[in-house]
């Protein structure tokens, strides 16, 4: 199995700035792609960034220019720097790896975090 543990969440004003981190642990054996998604309350979750091993990312739209990602495979970890922050930015925002683990090296599934709370307000 492998565990995905987010942190970096919290309240924040518009137009400022909070850094995600997401650290995957367990019996690894190896990570494919690495992603943020988010859900608001009452819409379906979404993606908000995603990385390749090889570090090509890609964004929608509504993020482009204002989110970067990046990942450190020494460490398999992946973080979300989240800058102009805006109220619709506000949702539980959930670490995503495409990963396989050491039971079944062969075997490439879909992991995701916790979740944590990013609320952009007055």
């Known amino acids: 199995q492998v565990q995905l543990v987010e942190s970096g969440g919290g309240l924040v004003q518009p137009e400022g700035s909070l850094r995600l981190s997401c650290a995957a642990s367990g019996m690894i054996f190896s990570i494919n792609t690495m992603g943020w998604y988010r859900q608001a309350p009452g819409k379906a979750r979404e993606l908000v960034a995603g990385i390749t091993s090889g570090g090509s990312a890609n964004y929608p739209d509504s993020v482009k220019g204002r989110f970067t990602i990046s990942r450190d495979n020494t460490k398999n970890t992946v973080f979300l720097q989240m800058n102009s922050l805006k109220p619709e930015d506000t949702a539980v925002y959930y670490c995503?790896?495409?990963?396989?683990?050491?039971?079944?090296?062969?075997?490439?599934?879909?992991?995701w975090g916790q979740g944590t709370q990013v609320t952009v307000s007055s």
């Open positions: 995503n790896a495409f990963a396989a683990d050491l039971g079944s090296p062969g075997s490439y599934r879909q992991y």
